[in-house]
């Protein structure tokens, strides 16, 4: 076993443990939960060196067989792609833990033993290079967070947890017809092979077939995502979600629909990809400016921070199809940089709900004076997520609009007005939130942070300046990855002539 398989499988061992751990034992369940998802992190610190130096290919390969017939492998490998968000996935884990210590007080080893389930899962689709894992890990990462919020969520979770279950497995399904399609084309389900057979000429789709398998893919990703119309399971999944799964579901699985657009959309279906960014460009801007302005009215605390998910994630899809490294490259790095900001958004939310017991703007106001470090660390989120240089957001959302201006300048500079647009909903729900004269009841009912919660902010805070200011510790491995797959998939948009490069040759 390589290292890659115990931080994969440390979490299932975690999870098998957790759950016969009787209900009058929750510390003990709690401490356990800790522990393991401690030692699973700082093991995949230890990834890091060995995928930074390989950048050009996979690194911790595990390539055995599964199931005899059809041919289905146990095929895992990390990359400059997937490692970051690996890494992500063990970070948020022992925080959502952590958030979740005090306030957790039914059926506590099952809630932890879920969390746990789904990091296995979460780390499973970032890993596989086989499709039908792909899709098994897909279908584990959305079992737990079913279950965390249908149970342990607010007023309106069994509601909330059955859309959200049903958008994913609606997507979910026409995935799996174009992975069985695809192997029935090429009699194997490994990611490698079929991306070598397109390559080669091995494989040759029509142009109908690899629109409709795009299309097939594109879908199940864009609901996870959420992309402009899929999105309306999200605010209800938030707003119900407890403070774990919220942070849990923004900040990584989300990510599994943006990922899964670069991984698999783009060198799989270069073609089709190529033909549907203008419409998908499209509704990335209209996302974006949608999301930022529903935002500016949302009464409700959570409902907002879901909304700017869906313009931030935008971005994301902005800079994915625009083709071009310094977009592809920002698409990624946002990724990560909202699973950071947006992630601490949604516990300072929870630790402001703890207190009051109430997600609606209008219950708050004056909170800095009885919690001013509060005050101070929901500042630095909150210019953290709007964009301010020197933070984390900035980076990602330059490069994001610097590479899709070359493609598309016109959506490029309506998708701007999504970064103006963030500043206004975002400091609006501070000044309302935190500035004023506190009630009474409301100060004597918000004590200001305490050290576990202190624990729980204080990575990711550092996170955000870290990713600002020096965002080469995670750039060249990104960038590597990408400019493999904008070669390999001839999608590369010329920086002088907004063309793609195969089409410039053809030109020549």
């Known amino acids: ?25 929750g510390n003990l369940a709690k401490q356990m939960a800790l522990g393991i998802s401690l030692v699973v992190f700082f093991m995949s610190l230890l990834l890091i060196g060995d995928v930074t130096s390989h950048a050009a290919g996979f690194s911790f390969v595990q390539n055995a067989e599964w199931i005899h017939y059809p041919p289905i492998r146990y095929h895992v490998g990390l990359d400059g792609l997937s490692l970051w968000l690996v ?68 007023d309106r979770r069994i509601y909330a947890a059955v859309k959200f279950f049903l958008y994913t497995m609606a997507g979910s399904v026409l995935m799996l017809a174009a992975i069985i399609y695809l192997y029935n084309q090429t009699g194997t389900f490994d990611y490698t092979a079929i991306v070598a057979q397109l ?61 899964g657009l670069v991984r698999y959309c783009l060198p799989l279906f270069p073609n089709a990809a190529h033909r549907c960014a203008g419409w998908i460009t499209g509704l990335a801007v209209v996302g974006i400016v949608y999301g930022a302005l529903v935002a500016l009215v949302q009464p409700n605390m959570k409902k907002l921070v879901a909304y700017s998910s869906v313009s931030h994630l935008g971005f994301v899809v902005l800079g994915v199809f625009s083709f071009t490294q310094q977009g592809l490259d920002g698409a990624v790095y946002q990724m990560l940089n909202h699973g950071i900001s947006t992630g601490a958004l949604f516990m300072l939310v929870g630790y402001l709900y703890e207190r009051r017991h109430s997600l609606e703007i209008s219950a708050y106001g004056g909170v800095a004076t009885p919690a001013p470090n509060l005050a101070i660390v929901f500042l630095i989120t909150t210019l953290a997520s709007i964009g301010l240089p020197m933070l984390n957001n900035f980076v990602g959302e330059y490069l994001v609009l610097q590479g899709a201006s070359q493609s598309n300048f016109p959506a490029t500079v309506i998708a701007a007005i999504g970064v103006i647009l963030s500043a206004c909903y975002m400091l609006w729900l501070y000044q309302r939130t935190f500035y004023g004269k506190a009630s009474e009841s409301l100060s004597h009912h918000m004590p200001d942070l305490q050290m576990r919660e202190w624990v729980a902010v204080l990575p990711l805070l550092l996170m955000m300046v870290w990713m600002g200011v020096y965002s080469q510790s995670f750039l060249p491995a990104i960038g590597a990855q990408n400019a493999r797959i904008l070669e390999q998939t001839k999608t590369r948009v010329n920086a002088l002539q907004a063309a793609p490069v195969k089409e410039v040759a053809d030109a020549r």
């Open 199 to 259: 390559q080669t000429g091995k494989l040759v789709l029509s142009a109908q077939a690899e629109l409709l398998l795009f299309l097939a893919f594109f879908i199940a990703f864009a609901i996870k995502v959420p992309l402009f119309p899929l999105h309306t399971w999200l605010p209800d999944a938030h707003v119900e979600a407890p403070t774990a799964g919220s942070i849990m579901l923004a900040s990584v699985m989300l990510k599994m629909g943006t990922y």
């Open 1 to 25: 076993m390589t290292l890659l398989d115990w931080v994969l499988f440390l979490p299932l061992i975690g999870f098998l443990l957790l759950i016969f751990v009787p209900g009058k034992n």
């Open 87 to 154: 890494i992500l996935t063990t970070l948020l884990t022992p925080i959502s833990i952590l958030v979740s210590w005090k306030h957790i007080d039914h059926r506590v080893s099952q809630f932890f033993a879920f969390l746990i389930l789904l990091e296995f899962g979460l780390i499973g689709v970032f890993i596989s290079l086989d499709l039908f894992l792909f899709y098994t890990f897909w279908e584990v990462g959305l079992v737990p967070m079913y279950f965390l919020i249908g149970i342990w969520g607010h």
